[in-house]
């Protein structure tokens, strides 16, 4: 009984992370650290083709992943159309604490 409730609560967890067909970890791995080699923006073509130099990816697995780190809350939308990486080495340096007086 424990095995079968240790199986159900693993499949829950994994089915909130569920990849995009054809990307792994290795690609999102891959996708983050050429993203912030670049400075965090993928937003146009000066933007995208190092991105596919470096990770090997068409721009349709890049525009994949990217969608999916958006849905995942690990990138935003642009208003120029692009995503901004916010995890890892791009993740939001923590406002200073205010001094305490």
């Given at each position: 009984m424990k095995k079968n409730a240790f199986a159900l609560v693993a499949a829950v967890l994994v089915a909130g992370c569920i990849l995009p067909e054809g990307v792994t970890e290795e690609d999102?791995?891959?996708f983050d650290?050429?993203?912030a080699s670049i400075g965090c923006d993928l937003a146009d073509e000066s933007d995208y083709l190092p991105v596919e130099l470096q990770t090997g990816m068409p721009r349709e697995k890049l525009l994949t992943i990217?969608?999916?780190k958006v849905e995942q809350e690990e990138a935003v939308t642009l208003s120029n159309g692009g995503v901004r990486i916010k995890t890892g080495a791009?993740?939001?340096a923590a406002a200073p604490a205010a001094a305490a007086t």
């Open positions: 999102l791995l891959s650290a050429a993203v990217a969608q999916y791009c993740a939001p």
